[in-house]
């Protein structure tokens, strides 16, 4: 860190709490803040490079490595968009297992989020382990609610942490009633922290900062989206997820790895939780409307430090859509339909818990994956992130330096940020003369 | 009577990652009847709930490569006054020193916790165990036995190990 009186420079080398290597870089000369960095320094990984010359079924179980966390997210991408590719439509009670699959990971994601790493932040503690000292009961309905998203997973996924039981068309093996039925009663349980949850972080005292943020995120006829729907923006966007390279880009920064996605023709946008909520409030259930209401929020939130109260809005909501979809299940006559390869191409895009994950894959006639691209999440916030900082530094340049760093490296974990999902090849240019 | 829980951790399928459930396997049948036999090779904060009412708590894990695979080590996190220095930066990062510094701020940390550790060489996926730890595993399991025969005998008979 380095001070002048007229031009400073706050630096966090290395961002906790946060998944993957990042740093933080504010540039301000006198009352004004000149740049904001987000640093992605995590070395790329070339998933996209892995998947080329692959056959399609190994897709799922490929790209599931790109994140312990939200593998789920991954596969369900994959599979949709090669599904697409084959003209595949997977309906009824396979549908609804993946729809209770993601709702496991939604649960786990947010629940470990929002009260293992983004909690501490508002209530002053250094981690969640100096909090559980006092708020033990909360971190306890936090361990609980994660258990019973895994529990979802593992049964579904057969692992809790890169599940192994997804394939295009369907499942390997798909689960009896009798063994839904335990997951039921936790997921009861769990409800009920989920409640608890909502009414704790919308008491915490949140900096006040209204952006202006362009929200996207997948709408869907009927439901509160997961898997499917049409790429909708609060600025009029409407696109089938196949037209997304129509309308976003993606460009290369120096301090980033991960490559920056914008809109073309308007620049920054933002995914995730906000961005849900923001464009589907009217598909929550009522009792999930009403208790948004009654802490505070109304069906639109800009505030990002209250992606917070989103986050455990969006708890409750997987809690009780995975509770009514073990009420409904019958199981299905086959765990995957057939699935025929054939040269084309299809699309992906579903909600993973940090936003919007965007596949795209052009498969070969005999199946083998000819070129593949992954547009993760965080990659897209990148750009709201910065201008995040920005906004959240300026008011508060007068501040000691510590408190400008606090707050900067708590307006980074409002997006739950995955840092290494979002990392993607340099492209390497050599001139020469 | 000592409530006594053995837990080993580790990855089978991640070379040397692999020795938890490896000498899970050895302890498997040779443990007194009421000693309970844990193998957990995913997200350790999902036990934590179940370490309420446990007095002694055995782990058995592989350790970071540090020069000398195979190098048993015995950690003692009463006698030895060691307590886990909770590293929470990333947010994969809940690992078993993590889980018990939550379990101890949660008042659910079972009185004694001791820590079998084999320092391991090779993670790779798919790998079997390394020669230098494969051979530790008898011996990391005969220790385990041991221990545990020791937490069990009455109070006053001796002193636990």
């Not at chain 1, 258990?147 to 499942?171: C, D, M």
């Not at chain 2, 790779?124 to 025969?149: I, K, Q, T």
Request: proline content about 7%; overall charge negative; charged content about 25%.
């Amino acid at each position: 860190m380095t001070t002048d009186r007229t031009t400073r420079r706050i630096t966090v080398d290395y961002l906790a709490r946060v998944e993957g290597e990042g740093s933080l870089d504010l540039h301000i000369e006198g009352d004004r803040v000149t740049a904001a960095r987000l640093g992605i320094f995590e070395p790329p990984r070339f998933f996209e490079a892995f998947l080329r010359g692959r056959g399609f079924a190994e897709t799922p179980d490929i790209v599931a490595r790109i994140c312990g966390i939200c593998p789920v997210a991954y596969q369900m991408s994959a599979v949709h968009a090669l599904e697409n590719a084959f003209g595949v439509r997977v309906e009824g009670p396979l549908r609804a297992l993946r729809r209770l699959l993601y709702c496991g990971e939604w649960i786990e994601s947010h629940a470990l989020h929002v009260v293992m790493l983004h909690a501490p932040d508002f209530l002053g503690y250094p981690d969640a382990i100096r909090m559980a000292a006092e708020h033990g009961e909360r971190v306890r309905g936090a361990l609980a609610l994660k258990k019973a998203g895994n529990s979802i997973i593992r049964l579904l996924g057969g692992r809790e942490i890169h599940p192994v039981n997804v394939r295009v068309g369907g499942f390997y093996r798909v689960p009896s009633r009798a063994e839904l039925m335990p997951l039921a009663e936790q997921l009861g349980r769990a409800r009920e922290s989920a409640v608890e949850l909502v009414r704790w972080v919308a008491g915490f005292a949140f900096p006040r900062i209204e952006r202006d943020y362009e929200f996207v995120a997948l709408r869907h006829p009927h439901e509160y989206p997961l898997n499917e729907g049409r790429l909708v923006s609060s600025r009029g966007l409407d696109i089938d997820i196949a037209d997304y390279e129509s309308e976003f880009e993606e460009c290369q920064v120096p301090h980033s790895t991960a490559l920056h996605s914008l809109l073309k023709r308007r620049g920054a946008y933002l995914v995730g939780p906000l961005a849900r909520y923001a464009l589907n409030f009217d598909r929550l259930p009522e009792g999930i409307q009403a208790l948004a209401r009654e802490v505070g929020l109304g069906p639109v939130c800009r505030n990002p430090f209250q992606s917070i109260v989103v986050r455990a809005l969006e708890v409750l909501y997987a809690c009780e859509e995975a509770l009514a979809i073990i009420a409904a299940y019958q199981p299905p006559a086959v765990a995957a339909v057939p699935v025929e390869p054939r040269a084309a191409t299809g699309f992906g895009c579903t909600e993973a818990p940090r936003g919007t994950l965007w596949h795209r894959y052009e498969v070969a006639a005999d199946g083998a994956l000819a070129d593949a691209r992954i547009v993760p999440p965080t990659s897209q916030n990148q750009p709201s992130i910065e201008a995040d900082l920005e906004a959240v530094a300026t008011p508060i340049l007068d501040q000691p330096e510590a408190f400008i760093r606090q707050r900067c490296e708590l307006a980074i974990r409002n997006y739950d940020p995955c840092i290494s999902c979002s990392t993607h090849f340099l492209r390497l240019a050599l001139h020469r003369t | 009577m000592k409530r006594l829980l053995v837990l080993a951790l580790g990855n089978p399928d991640r070379g040397d990652d692999g020795l938890g459930p490896a000498v899970a396997a050895r302890l498997r049948g040779r443990l007194p009847a009421g000693v309970a036999l844990r193998l957990c090779a995913g997200d350790v904060l999902e036990l934590i709930e179940e370490w309420a009412g446990v007095d002694v708590l055995l782990c058995v894990d592989a350790s970071a490569a540090q020069g000398e695979p195979g190098r048993i080590r015995r950690l003692d996190l009463a006698a030895d006054g060691l307590v886990p220095e909770p590293a929470l930066a990333s947010s994969h990062g809940f690992g078993l020193a993590e889980a018990l510094g939550l379990a101890r701020a949660l008042g659910l940390a079972p009185p004694r916790i001791v820590v079998h550790a084999v320092e391991g060489c090779h993670f790779a996926a798919g790998a079997p165990l390394s020669a230098e730890v494969a051979a530790a595993v008898d011996e990391v399991a005969e220790r385990m036995l041991a221990e545990v025969a020791g937490f069990r005998r009455p109070a006053g008979d001796a002193a636990a190990p």
